[in-house]
């Protein structure tokens, strides 16, 4: 009886035993081939991450089908504020993108354009708009700093030089040699400021524009009237840089194109740009954003489509605005250029613009003031009105159009958009603002708030920085605009982000002389990584839990975005602020203050000010020292 009773144990532990291994073979099989099939070719492991790292539903992590439904499952359920223990895994690090994407733009990444096999039309530049990568596609891995990597040179001595190092790019030295671009000088690249056009520098050439439109003093700001600039195809924004003396900021505007790295260098050097690309969509920023555009043998096709990108800067420009373009055309010097100069001279006489000034091979244009031209013309004239339904500050994905945009009544009654001089439009109440509703005692209110709220988190930054350490900022959900404002007597800049679905007040920023671009925090930033010195996140994680997206891709993203040793202010619920400091160590930051929400009489009973600063590292193999 005994030896059956051993039998049967025996034989109970034996298929215990088969059944942990065919299980434990199963887990194997199974994750190995999802990473076999997940990776695209070449690829390493750590690119991607594991699926193990998985917390709160990021995406920026592959799975099959059924990992996905379970994952929208869990972002969907996700909310801040859970109870320690309650499915509360957090990693202790996450790992580090293979070294060549120390330059990647998550929805600007021409590789994830040839594996997705996107049928886009190479003439119109949709390879170079935005096309952000499917969840299962999306990283989960810290970008690393190329080889070398040194805290930023500072402003203003940046305008001038940056380290090699940074950006180990010397291509445009080389190919734009003759025209003063950039130069390489030992560990430093210098930029003597000239252009394809202005090879004996930008200010030279800004001086000669103030001069064709009689302005005085040969200055461009024409006594605070000309704020707000538009530089299209700007190469390291030399143009941009010259104008800030003027009190005038440029959005430098360039694609990540066979000049790579253009707008990267403008960055680094402290300059405000942006990428993007004249192609099929809208570019981010609402109506009547800018007085001044610039072209400067840009090498855009202003007569495609019916000038359809012409007529995008046209709906930029604002009432009486001027469009500068200097190019081989306007001078018309073979059959060609006389050709394109005299179709191009049709078009924008259709549209009611007029030459201001021409010189040389530098033509400006001037918008009219109302639409009285616009009704003159006979019927039939193309390119026609837009429709009347048409919002001509809807931006977000929204397709160009072929048609004019013709001004509001309030416009055509006042004969230009009643903006205040520079720099007394900083803090007079916009005129669009009442398109919102809002009052002027409310845009008064909140400049004043934020003028506090700014003055504290100086007080809260003052130990860890000096006056030159911080340049380029972020204000990731700007509302009017004041956080920038506050910020007048500092030497920084500030890129002004608007959400997407919420109200547009980009316009009001615009109206105020600063810059900004709509965007959707779900998704990747049009930037290179470390570009900014200080990121602004206020109730912009709080926003993103209703929208039911990951908390830790934003986290992620932030990381990118930021350089090392640049700071990171968090504004938000106690709850989120907890949730973040769980993830500091995995994500090398490190806490600098904490404010209470009794420092500031107008936040919310649950509102908390978290300052953060990100760690410097250098290679993969000084992070793992470091752990």
């Not at 594996?115 to 935005?130: A, G, I, T, V």
């Not at 790295?261 to 403008?266: C, G, R, S, V, W």
């Not at 192609?279 to 019916?306: M, N, V």
């Not at 030497?491 to 007040?505: Q, S």
């Amino acid at each position: 009886m005994r030896g059956r009773t051993d039998g049967v144990q025996k034989k109970r532990l034996i298929t215990a035993l088969c059944c942990v291994t065919i299980f434990i073979v199963f887990i194997f099989a199974y994750y190995g081939s999802f990473f076999g099939s997940r990776m695209p070719h070449g690829a390493s492991a750590i690119e991607y991450g594991s699926r193990s790292l998985r917390k709160l539903g990021s995406s920026y992590l592959g799975g099959d089908e059924d990992a996905d439904i379970g994952n929208k499952q869990e972002e969907s359920s996700f909310k801040f504020g859970l109870e320690d223990g309650e499915d509360d895994i957090v990693p202790r690090s996450f790992p580090v993108c293979d070294g060549r994407h120390s330059e990647l733009i998550p929805c600007l990444d021409r590789n994830l354009i040839y594996q997705m096999r996107m049928k886009l039309d190479l003439s119109l530049m949709e390879h170079y708009e935005r096309h952000c990568p499917p969840a299962e596609r999306r990283y989960n891995c810290l970008i690393p700093p190329p080889t070398g990597y040194k805290i930023p040179i500072k402003w203003p001595q940046s305008r001038d030089e940056v380290w090699k190092a940074n950006i180990p790019h010397t291509h445009l030295a080389h190919e734009k040699s003759d025209q003063n671009w950039m130069v390489v000088k030992g560990e430093k690249i210098v930029f003597p400021g000239g252009g394809t056009h202005f090879h004996y520098g930008a200010d030279k050439y800004i001086a000669s524009i103030a001069n064709m439109l009689n302005f005085s003093n040969n200055n461009l700001n024409n006594e605070g009237r000309i704020r707000t600039v538009l530089d299209v195809g700007c190469g390291v924004a030399s143009f941009g840089a010259y104008l800030l003396s003027s009190d005038i900021i440029t959005m430098s505007l360039a694609p990540n194109d066979v000049h790579q790295n253009q707008i990267q260098f403008a960055l680094e050097r402290g300059i405000p740009a942006y990428l993007g690309v004249l192609g099929t969509k809208r570019l981010p920023y609402p109506s009547r954003s800018f007085e001044f555009a610039h072209c400067s043998r840009c090498r855009i096709d202003w007569l495609q489509r019916d000038g359809i990108l012409l007529l995008e800067l046209d709906r930029l420009l604002r009432p009486g605005g001027y469009f500068a373009y200097s190019s081989p055309e306007a001078y018309a010097q073979d059959e060609e250029d006389l050709r394109i100069w005299r179709e191009m001279s049709a078009l924008v006489e259709r549209m009611c613009w007029k030459i201001a000034s021409k010189k040389n091979q530098t033509v400006i244009w001037v918008k009219p003031l109302t639409n009285d031209c616009y009704m003159e013309r006979e019927p039939g004239t193309q390119p026609p009105l837009c429709r009347s339904d048409d919002d001509p500050d809807a931006v977000s994905g929204v397709p160009m159009e072929a048609c004019i945009t013709p001004y509001s009544d309030q416009i055509q009654r006042d004969m230009g958009s009643g903006l205040a001089p520079w720099p007394s439009r900083l803090t007079s109440p916009p005129p669009r603002i009442a398109d919102f509703g809002y009052s002027n005692e409310m845009f008064e209110k909140d400049t004043e708030v934020w003028r506090r709220r700014v003055e504290n988190y100086w007080n809260l930054l003052s130990p860890k920085i000096k006056p030159n350490t911080l340049r380029n900022l972020m204000d990731m959900k700007a509302n009017f605009g004041s956080f920038a404002a506050a910020l007048k007597d500092k030497n920084v800049w500030v890129m002004n982000v608007v959400p997407e679905d919420g109200p547009n007040t980009l316009k009001l920023i615009y109206d105020r002389g600063l810059i900004g671009s709509v965007h959707n925090w779900c998704e990747s930033y049009s930037t290179y990584p470390r570009t900014y010195d200080l990121l602004h996140a206020w109730t912009v994680f709080s926003d993103i839990e209703k929208k039911e997206c990951s908390a830790e891709d934003l986290l992620i993203e932030m990381d990118r975005i930021v350089r090392p040793s640049g700071f990171i202010i968090v504004r938000d619920k106690r709850p989120v602020v907890e949730f973040i400091k769980k993830y500091l160590s995995a994500l090398h930051w490190e806490a600098v203050a904490t404010a209470d929400p009794e420092s500031d009489s107008e936040q919310d009973a649950d509102e908390m000010v978290f300052i953060i600063q990100k760690k410097m590292w250098l290679t993969s193999e000084s992070l793992r020292d470091s752990e």
